[in-house]
């Protein structure tokens, strides 16, 4: 155990060992690959904020990922902050030029970024995962649906920057709220963060291919039937609370064309939300979330 008042070293903590870049590279860098280059700094404040201002000086091209073993500022959607201990999870940015596709297209890419993540995640830590609308990533813990990943996409340059954060290693007493979970806690059966990343941008990789030869179209890729049946906010009485301090309850039946949330409400109509924050009010898995 390393003493209080040692000076803290990459390896301070054997159980969160940092990720070997060269591993990582040699695994994802192919000449036939979305994915062109891979850097993983020690600390930084927001791999996000890092990536889109390489991405507007031209220094990024399609393809770049950047990885930190520790965000400081990282941002989450709504200007939250997002902070965890040093190579506890995944934090990583890539940039992505979607070129042709239409830009009223380029909204599903985050949505993407979530099935993508949901699925590569499931796959190599062998956990369920679900999206709640529009880009959380639930696990459950001891029968509570808890927050174990979000996603953030901005645009910049000629593109979009998709950063994801994901709580891997978290024990209970390092959660940074009461409704935050982690792989770990939702029994992963690996929380080896180079296989994590690796699946996770593989998926990337694949569904991003998908949308992009079906010029966009969520649903001619199979995108949106994929976060439909994915997405834990369906089905269920929730409260949208929209920009500019309203509210809307409803109960969630569809994700549309454009990736919003559909909600049919009390009167019997059927309201669309393209942004807001989303509360579970009551459905399955219950409690508020």
Not at 128 to 156: C, H, Y
Not at 182 to 205: F, K, M, P, Y
């Amino acid at each position: 155990m390393t003493p209080p008042d040692a000076p803290h070293n990459r390896w301070s903590d054997l159980d969160r060992p940092p990720l070997n870049v060269t591993a990582l590279r040699r695994g994802l860098l192919r000449p036939d690959a979305l994915w062109t280059s891979l850097e993983v700094v020690e600390s930084t404040g927001s791999t996000n904020t890092d990536l889109a201002g390489q991405a507007r000086t031209g220094a990024a091209g399609e393809g770049t990922v950047l990885v930190a073993e520790e965000q400081t500022a990282g941002r989450g959607r709504l200007e939250r902050t997002w902070t965890a201990p040093p190579r506890s999870g995944l934090f990583f940015s890539v940039y992505l030029e979607p070129g042709d596709i239409p830009v009223e297209r380029w909204g599903w890419v985050p949505l993407l970024a979530g099935v993508a993540a949901a699925t590569g995640l499931a796959k190599s830590a062998g956990v369920d995962m679900s999206l709640k609308w529009p880009n959380d990533l639930l696990v459950s813990v001891e029968g509570q649906e808890r927050k174990t990943g979000g996603i953030l996409g901005e645009f910049a340059g000629d593109g979009i920057v998709v950063g994801l954060g994901v709580n891997v290693s978290l024990r209970a007493d390092e959660l940074p709220a009461p409704t935050a979970g982690s792989l770990t806690l939702a029994g992963a059966v690996s929380t080896d963060r180079e296989t994590l990343l690796r699946a996770v941008l593989r998926s990337l990789e694949d569904w991003y291919g998908r949308w992009k030869a079906a010029g966009g179209d969520a649903a001619a890729s199979g995108l949106q039937a994929a976060y439909a049946a994915g997405c834990a906010t369906l089905d269920r009485t929730v409260r949208a609370e929209l920009p500019g301090g309203t509210s809307l309850v409803g109960e969630a039946v569809a994700i549309d064309g454009d990736g919003r949330l559909v909600l049919s409400t009390e009167d019997g109509l059927q309201q669309p939300v393209s942004a807001g924050d989303i509360v579970h009010l009551r459905g399955a898995a219950g409690g508020l979330t």
